[in-house]
């Protein structure tokens, strides 16, 4: 079971940027299909982006084009790079883990590793 630890978490104004980092231990990254997963308050948790182990990449419609999803098997680093933020992507980051997804990547059921979350608040 890979251990996850997200970091870089901010507050940002609307318009600015963020890089989300996500570091892995106790498993083999290129094994494992990545997932960002996003929470704000009195919603549910909802898919962002996705790099599987094949490298194809996923995102949510929303953050398509302004968001990116990249890894480092070696340096077991997934990050997440948000550009042109808005009010609406404030939320709780959550970096996830899962193998044997196949074509689910947006079903938040198919990752088995949570990292503990980090904040990320846009003001207007």
């Known amino acids: 079971q890979v251990q996850l630890v997200e970091s870089g978490g901010r507050s940002v104004q609307a318009g600015g940027s963020l890089r989300l980092s996500c570091a892995a231990s106790?498993?083999?990254?290129?094994?494992?299909?990545m997932g960002w997963f996003r929470q704000a308050p009195g919603k549910e948790r909802e898919f962002v982006a996705a790099s599987s182990w094949t490298g194809d990449t996923h995102y949510v419609n929303s953050v398509t084009g302004r968001f990116t999803i990249s890894r480092d098997n070696t340096a077991k680093t997934v990050t997440l790079q948000m550009n042109s933020l808005k009010p609406e992507d404030t939320a709780v980051y959550y970096c996830?883990?899962?193998?044997?997804?196949?074509?689910?990547?947006?079903?938040?059921?198919?990752?088995?590793?949570w990292g503990q979350g980090t904040q990320v608040t846009v003001s207007s």
């Open positions: 106790g498993g083999i990254l290129s094994m494992y299909t």
């Open positions: 996830a883990a899962g193998r044997g997804i196949g074509s689910n990547v947006r079903l938040k059921e198919k990752y088995t590793s």
